[in-house]
């Protein structure tokens, strides 16, 4: 080979790592491109279910609460329900205690059976929720209780239990009719 030759087999193989080194370059540069889409990409993915799962979180309370509310107020139209129908049943109770109280001669078998059903009726009532509101020895409490007269007794305490009052959770169902202590001396 002449000198010619080989220089130009020198700039030919100087051209060729030239180029070589331009393509590598540029390869580089388009593969750190592509790289550095994919991680832009990646993090709007992470970002977009990030989001995604809170919103994920956030529906699944919001559905617990819901449940929550729902049974909540269920419970609530069952125990107005009871409340209703207790208290339609209230005066037939009273009919008994009454009835209790005034027993004929010879009716030891009736007045079992009368109490029997007080006994009855009474606890299936307490079943339902259903309390006696005690008025008697205590101060008068216009939420509790309705006063019909007044006697002869420690003023604004309750003297007698005139008719009883029931309370169905922390719902006065019928107040207690009481008499009240005037502060008059008996």
């Known amino acids: 080979m002449t000198k010619k030759d080989n220089k130009k087999d020198v700039d030919l193989k100087k051209k060729l790592a030239d180029a070589m080194k331009s393509a590598q370059a540029k390869e580089q540069k388009e593969s750190e491109k592509v790289e550095s889409e994919e991680n832009g990409e990646?993090?709007?993915?992470?970002?977009?279910?990030?989001q995604t799962?809170?919103?994920?979180?956030?529906?699944?309370?919001d559905l617990q609460?819901?449940?929550r509310?729902?049974?909540?107020?269920?419970?609530?139209?069952i125990i107005m329900a009871n409340a209703e129908l207790i208290k339609a049943c209230l005066p037939v109770?009273?009919?008994?205690?009454?009835?209790?109280?005034?027993v004929p001669e010879g009716g030891e078998e009736w007045f079992k059976g009368i109490e029997m059903s007080?006994?009855?009726?009474?606890?299936s009532f307490a079943n339902a929720g259903l309390t006696k509101i005690e008025a008697l020895g205590?101060?008068?409490n216009p939420d509790l209780h309705e006063a019909l007269i007044q006697g002869p007794g420690e003023k604004d305490i309750v003297i007698e239990d005139l008719e009883c009052g029931y309370m169905i959770g922390e719902r006065v169902l019928r107040h207690t009719k009481v008499k009240v202590g005037n502060g008059e001396k008996a």
């Open 42 to 50: 990646v993090e709007t993915l992470k970002k977009e279910l990030e």
């Open 53 to 61: 799962t809170e919103l994920a979180k956030r529906t699944m309370a």
């Open 65 to 67: 609460n819901l449940k």
């Open 69 to 77: 509310r729902q049974e909540e107020e269920r419970s609530q139209v």
């Open 93 to 102: 109770l009273d009919n008994l205690k009454r009835a209790k109280e005034h």
């Open 118 to 123: 007080i006994t009855q009726l009474e606890q």
């Open 138 to 140: 205590q101060p008068f």
